[in-house]
């Protein structure tokens, strides 16, 4: 008896563990083509984005405006670029931060952007 409740206990622990484990998993929200690139007109930085694909099993959406702010990081490869390397004509993919407006397109701001291609 004592054995049986020592194997319960154990996998109740790796059961709570494995729960509690913080895995981050990043859904995409949209994959694309840029648009258009909407900048500030003081600054001349980029303020949000238009991308437009086809919704595929691993994206959410077809078409979304895209906020670009600070906190937002864009990747080509592995490697970490600046705002300034987005292009209209760019092929890329969107992870979103936080919740997005459900209107059409949906509006929301970019997590993480990974330029895919030319």
Same mark, same amino acid.
């Given at each position: 008896? *004592?054995? &049986? ?12 563990? %494995? ?42 959406? @077809? ?8 906190? %937002? ?6 490697? *970490? ?15 979103? @931060? ?10 929301? %701001? ?5 330029? &895919?291609? @030319?």
């Amino acid at each position: 008896m *004592k054995k &049986l409740l020592l194997l319960l206990l154990i996998f109740s622990i790796m059961m709570f563990n %494995t729960a509690c484990a913080k895995e981050s998993i990043e859904t995409i929200g949209i994959r694309g083509e840029i648009k258009e690139i909407y900048t500030d007109e003081e600054s001349a930085l980029i303020q949000s984005i238009i991308v437009e694909g086809p919704v595929e099993d691993d994206t959410m959406y @077809d078409s979304a405006s895209i906020t670009v702010d600070n906190n %937002t990081t864009i990747y080509k490869g592995d490697e *970490k670029v600046t705002v300034e390397d987005l292009e209209e004509g760019l092929t890329v993919e969107v992870i979103f @931060d936080g919740a997005v407006a459900e209107s059409y397109p949906v509006q929301g %701001t970019a997590k993480k952007i990974k330029i &895919l291609g @030319d």
